[in-house]
C-alpha cells in the first residue's frame, strides 16, 4: 500500500485496535499506535518521506555500523536500502507468531554485502511492538557488525520524562569521543543533550513519561547496550529534518550492540529481539 505519505508500506492490525506500519524503505517501522489509537513512536513534523535517507523517526535499523566511527556511512546502510516481504521467512520460534499479526521482511544480499538477513515485526494480542533481525554470515569469511533499534518514543515533555534501570551502568558518551563514564543519578533525566551508550544493560528497562502518565517497558535480548539520545535545542537547529522545539517531544531509546561487536564465522547466525509495551503508568509495576 501506499497511502501513507506515498510510503510503500505494510500495515499490521490486532483485533483490539492497535496497529503497526513498516516501511519497506529501511523495514522502518514508521508508526505503532495503541488500541485507543494514540501514536506511541515520535516522528518528526519535517520528516521527509524520500528515499535516500530514513524518515526521521519511527525505528529506523542501524546496520552494521552504528554512528559515524567505521568506513561505512553514519549508521550504516540497512536503513536506506529497499527491504522485500519475505514469503517464505525461515522458521521462527513458535512464540513469535502465535495470536499475532506479522511480517517478514529480508534485505538481500548484493554483490558487496553477502549477508542474510530476515527482519520480523509483530504486533501481539497485547498490542505489544516485537522486533526480531537475524543476521547469518553466509559468506565464506568471517564478518562483524554493530546493530540499534534506533527506536523514538514519543513523550509529552521531554522534561517531565525519567528512565529507570541504567543506573550505576557504565556508558560511552557520544559528546565526548565515547569516553567511558559510570552513571551516578538515580534515573536519567533530561536538562542538556545527551548522546550516550549504556553497557550491559539489564534486558528489561522503563521509560516513564510521567506528565501522560504512560510507561514504556523496553525488553531485548541479545541487546546488550542501550542507546539513549535526545538533541536539545542546539543540536535540534542544526538538523533540517526535525523542528526546533521538537526535541521536547522525543526520546531515542535504542537497544543495541555496539560496544562489543557481533562477530559471525561462516554459517554462524545472530538473533536480536526487542519488545516494548506501553501502558499506563499506574499500572507499570517495578520489574
Ligand atoms: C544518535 C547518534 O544515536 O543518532 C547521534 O548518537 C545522531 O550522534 C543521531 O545525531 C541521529 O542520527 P541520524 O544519522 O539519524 O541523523
Known sequence: ???????????????????ARISLHGGQVISWKNDQGEELLFTSS??????????????????????NA???????????????????????????????????????????????????????????LILISRVRNINGKPFSFSFAYHTYLSVSDISEVRIEGLETLDYLDNLHQRERFTEQGDALTFETEVDRIYLNSPNAIAVL???RKRTYVIRKEGLPDIVVWNPWE????????????????????????????????????????????????????EN
Not at 500500500?1 to 496497529?19: E, F, M
Not at 526521521?56 to 555500523?65: A, D, K, L, S
Not at 522545539?245 to 561487536?261: F, L, S, T
Request: charged share 25%.
Open 46 to 67: 519535517k520528516a521527509i518521506f524520500k528515499p535516500p535517507k530514513a524518515m526521521r523517526g519511527g525505528v529506523p535499523i542501524c546496520f552494521p555500523q552504528f554512528g
Open 70 to 128: 567505521g568506513s561505512l556511512e553514519q549508521h550504516g546502510f540497512a536503513r536506506n536500502k529497499l527491504w522485500a516481504v519475505d514469503d517464505d521467512p525461515p522458521p521462527l520460534p513458535p512464540n513469535d507468531s502465535v495470536g499475532k499479526s506479522l511480517v517478514d521482511l529480508l534485505l538481500k544480499p548484493s554483490e558487496e554485502d553477502l549477508k542474510f538477513w530476515p527482519h520480523r515485526v509483530s504486533l501481539a494480542a497485547s498490542g505489544n
Open 209 to 211: 513519561d510521567h506528565e
Open 1 to 19: 500500500s501506499k497511502d501513507w505519505n506515498g510510503i510503500d508500506h505494510v500495515l499490521l492490525r490486532n483485533p483490539q485496535g492497535a496497529s
Open 234 to 285: 542546539k543540536k535540534s537547529k542544526s538538523m533540517v529534518d526535525f523542528g526546533d522545539e521538537e526535541y521536547k517531544q522525543m526520546v531515542c531509546v535504542d537497544g543495541a550492540v555496539i560496544e562489543k561487536p557481533i562477530t559471525l564465522k561462516p554459517g554462524e547466525e545472530w538473533t536480536g529481539r526487542l519488545e516494548i509495551s506501553a501502558v499506563p503508568s499506574s499500572f507499570c509495576s
